[in-house]
C-alpha cells in the first residue's frame, strides 16, 4: 500500500491565478500509473500541481477498494482531505462504491471510478475551472468559455516540462523552470495505456519535443527488451510500434519540434507510416534579424533545404507552424524576408499572431516597436500568402483517397443521410483544418479510421465522402 501527500510534482513558479490541485494516490502500481495519467492530462490543461493539502483549489483522491483495509484506508484518507482542504474529488477502486462514500463524507464534490480519467478531469474543471492564456495553456482550447475535453479517440502525451531556451517574447522557462523529461518507459507506459483505452491518435507534446531527454543525458530505460534512450527519435521509433485494439498503428503526431538536426532521423519513420508525416515546428519567424533579436533556437539558414530533403523522403508529410508579425524592430525588409520564405517554404499549415508583450518578457525592452496597423496590414498580408497556399494545397488533394479518423458523427437529416466531420493526417485536432463527410453509412463512429475521396476543398477544409469497398 502506497500512500502519497499531495503530490510534490508541482510546477516551479504557478502563474498568477493558476489553478492547483493536489493528489492522494493510494493502492497498487495500477492505480499510481493512473495517478500520473490524471495528473499529466491536468498540466496539459494549465493546472500546477500542490505539494500541500492549503495550497490546492481542490484535492483528487485517488481510491484503492481491493481489500476492506484498503477501503478503511481510502475512507480515512477522504476525511483527512476534507478536513485540510474541504474541496475533493474521489476517484479510482473504490469510487466504484460511491453510495459508501457518500454516506462516510457527504461532502465529497464528486465521485469517479477507475479508469474515468475523462470524468475526473471534467471534474476538476468544474470544480476549478481552469485559468487560460497562452502561457497557461500548453493545448489549444478552442474559445475561452468552450473548454472542450480531449475525446477518447485522441490524447495529448507529454513528455516534457519546462525549456532550456530564453526566447525574449517568452517566460514560460521563468514560470515552468528548466526543462525537466519524464522517464522514456513512463512516457511509453502510458501511450501503450492510452492506446490499450481507445486512443488512436497520440498528440506529443512539450515545450520543446526535439529537446526531450537533454537534462536527463537521454538516459536510458528497459522496455519491451529494448533500451531506448529519452531521446526523440528514439521514442518516435518505439510509438510507432504500439498497435490500436484494431491492430493499427496509432495516429503518432509530434508537435513543438524545432529543427535540429536530428529531427532528420524522423522523416524516414513517418515515410514508413510508423509516425504520422506531420511536423509541427514553431518557427516564428524567418528573418535573421528578427529570429536574432527573438533568440530563437535552432535557428539556422538550411531549413529550406532540409524542408525539401524531408519532402523527398516523404512526400506528404505536413509542416505548420506559427508565425508573430510586428516583432520590435521587425522591418518591411525583415517582414518583406518572411513573406518570400513562407511562398518558398509552402508549409501546409499556418498560424500567425500579432506581437504583443507579455509582462516579464525581455522583448519588452527591445527599441523600435511596430505600430498597430502596420502590424494589422502585415497580418494581413501574411494571411493573404498563406491562405493562398493552404488553398493550392488543399486543391492539390481533390480527387485523392485520404485516411480520416472521425471526431464528430451528426444525425440524420431529413433525408436520412449522416454527415460527419474528422481529420487526415495533415490536421491536428483543434488547430489546423477538417475533413467533411457526407452520407457516411450508419456503423461510422468517432475515432474511427476511414478511407476518404476528397471531392473537394477551400482555403482550410476539405470535403469527400468514405470510399466505397
Ligand atoms: S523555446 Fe522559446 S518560446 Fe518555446 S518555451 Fe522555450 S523560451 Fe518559450
Excluded at 477501503?71 to 473504490?94: D, P, Q, W, Y
Excluded at 507529454?158 to 517566460?171: Q, R, T
Amino acid at each position: 500500500m502506497n500512500t502519497d501527500a499531495p503530490t510534490s510534482t508541482a510546477s516551479p513558479k504557478p502563474v498568477a491565478d493558476q489553478k492547483r490541485v493536489g493528489m492522494v494516490s493510494l493502492g497498487c502500481p495500477k492505480a499510481l500509473v493512473d495517478s500520473e495519467r490524471i495528473l499529466t492530462r491536468l498540466r496539459a490543461d494549465g493546472y500546477a500541481m500542490s505539494p500541500d493539502y492549503a495550497g490546492a483549489d481542490v484535492v483528487l483522491v485517488n481510491t484503492c477498494g481491493f481489500l476492506d483495509s484498503a477501503k478503511e484506508e481510502s475512507l480515512a484518507a477522504i476525511g483527512e482531505a476534507i478536513s485540510e482542504n474541504g474541496r475533493v474529488i474521489v476517484t479510482g477502486c473504490m469510487g466504484e462504491e460511491a453510495d459508501a462514500i457518500r454516506a462516510a463524507h457527504p461532502q465529497v464534490l464528486a465521485v469517479t471510478g477507475a479508469h474515468q480519467y475523462e470524468q475526473v478531469v471534467e471534474a476538476v474543471h468544474e470544480h476549478a475551472p481552469p485559468s487560460q492564456g497562452p502561457f497557461i495553456d500548453l493545448i489549444p482550447q478552442p474559445s475561452e468559455h468552450d473548454i472542450k475535453l480531449t475525446p477518447r479517440h485522441y490524447s495529448y502525451l507529454k513528455i516534457s516540462e519546462g525549456c532550456n531556451h530564453s526566447c525574449s517574447f517568452c517566460i514560460i522557462p521563468d514560470l515552468r523552470g528548466k526543462l525537466a523529461s519524464r522517464r522514456i518507459d513512463a512516457v511509453l507506459r502510458e501511450a501503450e495505456k492510452l492506446v490499450a483505452a481507445g486512443t488512436n491518435e497520440l498528440l506529443v507534446i512539450s515545450q520543446d519535443t526535439s529537446a526531450y531527454g537533454v537534462d536527463t543525458r537521454h538516459e536510458t530505460r528497459a522496455w519491451k527488451g529494448r533500451e531506448p534512450r529519452a531521446h526523440m527519435t528514439d521514442l518516435a521509433r518505439e510509438l510507432g510500434q504500439l498497435r490500436t485494439q484494431s491492430g493499427h498503428t496509432p495516429w503518432v503526431r509530434l508537435h513543438y519540434v524545432y529543427p535540429y538536426p536530428h529531427v532528420d532521423k524522423v522523416i524516414p519513420l513517418m515515410a514508413e507510416g510508423l509516425l504520422t508525416p506531420y511536423l509541427d515546428i514553431p518557427f516564428q519567424h524567418a528573418s535573421p534579424s528578427v529570429l536574432k533579436r527573438m533568440k530563437r533556437p535552432a535557428n539556422e539558414a538550411k531549413v529550406l533545404e532540409r524542408l525539401r530533403g524531408w519532402r523527398d523522403i516523404c512526400p506528404d508529410i505536413a509542416i505548420r507552424s506559427s508565425f508573430v508579425v510586428g516583432f520590435p524592430g521587425e522591418t518591411e525588409d525583415d517582414f518583406k524576408y518572411l513573406i518570400d520564405w513562407l511562398e518558398e517554404a509552402q508549409l501546409d499549415r499556418v498560424g500567425a499572431f500579432r506581437f504583443e508583450p507579455v509582462e516579464g518578457a525581455q522583448a519588452n525592452a527591445l527599441p523600435d516597436p511596430v505600430p498597430e496597423a502596420i502590424k494589422e496590414e502585415r497580418y494581413a498580408r501574411l494571411m493573404e500568402v498563406t491562405e493562398r497556399i493552404s488553398a493550392a494545397k488543399l486543391a492539390a488533394k481533390v480527387g485523392r483517397a485520404l485516411p480520416v479518423i472521425i471526431d464528430e458523427v451528426g444525425e440524420p437529416d431529413e433525408d436520412g443521410d449522416i454527415g460527419a466531420s474528422g481529420r487526415s493526417q495533415a490536421d491536428a485536432p483543434e488547430i489546423d483544418g477538417q475533413v467533411h463527410l457526407r452520407n457516411v453509412p450508419a456503423d461510422v463512429a468517432q475515432g474511427d479510421i476511414v478511407t476518404a475521396v476528397i471531392e473537394e476543398a477551400d482555403a482550410h477544409d476539405l470535403f469527400g465522402v468514405i470510399a466505397q469497398g
